[in-house]
Structures are given as structure tokens and as C-alpha cells.
């Protein structure tokens, strides 16, 4: 059965940092793509950062480049979102998403990904 879990959000302050952690669990760890998506309110649901955990490539919205990272951890079986220098418009649930069909270049559509986590709450306060 695939799972997937979020941890790692909370209340943080501009320009601090924060990483969040996705727990997978029913496949295996270099299958698939993984994706970090965030909802605010009153907003789409749109792609933050996606991992084709099998080659590696990424994707990042270019809201966040340059302040945000996706990684894996193979052992794990955890893909993370490192999250430096928040802003308050970074606030939303986030979400990580499985995506079994993987292309080139990696893909960050909400609408591809086909397994969810219940997601976790980041506030970023001015």
C-alpha cells in the first residue's frame, strides 16, 4: 500500500529555515517522482519542487529557486524539502505526491500525481 508522510512544518519566521520530511512507504525508493505541492487559501494547489528519484532531475517553481531544495535519501526512503530564506507567501499546506509514471524532464503537476499526503501546515510569519 502506498504512503506517503508529511512532517516537518510549522510556524517560522522570515529568513529562518526549514525542512520538511516525506515518508514513503509501499514502493520502492528509486521509483517514481516525488513532488512537494502547496495549497494557500482561496489558491490552486500548485508544484513547488519535483525529484525523478531514479535519475535524479528536478524541478522548481521559480517562486522558490534559489531558496528551496528537494532531496532523497535512498536508505530512508525520504525525499525532504530544505526551505531557506521563507517568505510569508511561502505559507500554505504543503503536500508531497507519488507520481509512477516518470518522464524527462521531470513533471510538477498536480494533476499527474496520483498518491497524496494528508500534508503539513508552514506559516511564515513577517
Known amino acids: 500500500q502506498v504512503r506517503l508522510v508529511e512532517s516537518g512544518g510549522g510556524l517560522v519566521q522570515s529568513g529562518d529555515s526549514l525542512r520538511l520530511s516525506c515518508q514513503a512507504s509501499g514502493f520502492a525508493p528509486d521509483y517514481g517522482a516525488v513532488g512537494w505541492f502547496r495549497q494557500a487559501p482561496g489558491k490552486e494547489r500548485e508544484g513547488v519542487s519535483c525529484?525523478?528519484?531514479?535519475?535524479?532531475?528536478?524541478y522548481y517553481a521559480d517562486s522558490v529557486k534559489d531558496r528551496f531544495t528537494i532531496s532523497k535519501d535512498r536508505a530512508k526512503n525520504t525525499v525532504y524539502l530544505q526551505m531557506n530564506n521563507p517568505k510569508p507567501e511561502d505559507s500554505a499546506v504543503y503536500y508531497c505526491a507519488a507520481d509512477f509514471e516518470t518522464n524527462v524532464p521531470v513533471l510538477c503537476a498536480p494533476s499527474r500525481y496520483d498518491y497524496w499526503g494528508l500534508g503539513t501546515q508552514v506559516t511564515v510569519s513577517p
Open positions: 525529484i525523478d528519484r531514479a535519475r535524479g532531475n528536478t
